[in-house]
C-alpha cells in the first residue's frame, strides 16, 4: 500500500487480494470494531473497496482464512 500511495499521482487503481480480516480493517469506518489507524490511513490516501470474496476451499493447499479481493483507488488533492 505504501508504494501505491507514494506513486499515485502514476497509478489509477490497484488490485489486490488479501486476506479477509485486513480487508475488513482497510474499509472500516469511525463506529466499526476494526477500525483503526491502518484504516485511516488507508481511507485518507486511498478509496479502499471489496470486489468480491474468495473462499479458502477455491486454494490447494487450502489456506486457514478466507480471502477478499480489493481495489485501491488513490485520492488525488484537488488542483489548487
Known sequence: MKLIIENKQRV????????????GKLIAGPNDELF?????????HLLPEILFQV??????PKPKVDSSVIQLTPLLPPPL
Open 55 to 60: 473462499s479458502k476451499n477455491s486454494f490447494v
Open 12 to 23: 489509477d487503481y490497484a488490485i489486490l487480494m488479501t486476506q479477509k480480516e485486513f480487508a
Open 36 to 44: 483503526g489507524s491502518l484504516s485511516l490511513y488507508t481511507q485518507f
